[in-house]
T-cell receptor, first 112, second 114 residues
Framework: QKEVEQNSGPLSVPEGAIASLNCTYS??????FFWYRQYSGKSPELIMS????GDKEDGRFTAQLNKASQYVSLLIRDSQPSDSATYLC????????????FGTGTRLLVSP | GAVVSQHPSWVICKSGTSVKIECRSL??????MFWYRQFPKQSLMLMAT?????????EQGVEKDKFLINHASLTLSTLTVTSAHPEDSSFYIC??????????FGDGTRLSIL
């Protein structure tokens, strides 16, 4: 079983819709959770971090964490074509932000 | 804030050459730097973790004599790929973090060995 699992996609949504990206992780001791956006040929860019159960909102982005279900998600409201990228879920074992384990990423395509 | 600069962005060289990649934190002190490798259509794989002034900690399967890491200051880490071969061709990405801060990534170095 992979430590961090994501559907590779592509996830296709029309412009203006809500994109929902999901991630599950295997280690119940995981403490910190991150979503990174990676454009083709570029390095990852941090979008959201979340550490406690519930929702965390930042602009059009909402991260949701459910530690009991070992599940973390990212919602993108009012999706734009510029949101088209690969979204990487990353998990850390501790709150000291040490080693991150990345999922393989979900490719999001937002059509005009 | 939290800018990480990586240089060079692209390297093409002959087999057997050694290649040095630099990673700098421009506006913060990086207590820890990380080096990743990413093959096409795959996720990032952590190669090693380095703390300033200490020897790097390598992940299982990564040859420390082939991938030399130096973290001499709080703002600079280098990765040297020694005697590079075509199978070492990949996208190498560094990240850096300050104390109790998330990792921020450099722009990556695309290495092509002929």
């Amino acid at each position: 079983q992979k430590e961090v699992e994501q559907n590779s996609g592509p996830l296709s949504v029309p412009e203006g819709a809500i994109a929902s990206l999901n991630c599950t992780y295997s280690d119940r001791g995981s403490q910190s959770f991150f979503w990174y956006r990676q454009y083709s040929g570029k390095s990852p860019e941090l979008i959201m971090s979340i550490y406690s159960n519930g929702d965390k909102e930042d602009g059009r982005f909402t991260a949701q964490l459910n530690k009991a279900s070992q599940y973390v998600s990212l919602l993108i409201r009012d999706s734009q074509p510029s949101d088209s990228a690969t979204y990487l879920c990353a998990v850390s074992m501790n709150t000291g932000f040490q080693k991150l384990v990345f999922g393989t990423g979900t490719r999001l395509l937002v059509s005009p | 804030g939290a800018v990480v600069s990586q240089h060079p962005s692209w390297v093409i060289c002959k087999s057997g050459t050694s290649v040095k990649i630099e990673c700098r934190s421009l506006d913060f002190q990086a207590t820890t730097m990380f080096w990743y490798r990413q093959f096409p259509k795959q996720s990032l794989m952590l190669m090693a973790t380095s703390n300033e002034g200490s020897k790097a900690t390598y992940e299982q399967g990564v040859e420390k004599d082939k991938f030399l890491i130096n973290h001499a200051s709080l703002t600079l880490s280098t990765l040297t790929v020694t005697s590079a071969h075509p199978e070492d061709s990949s996208f190498y990405i560094c990240s850096a973090r300050g104390t109790n801060q998330p990792q921020h990534f450099g722009d990556g170095t695309r290495l092509s060995i002929l």
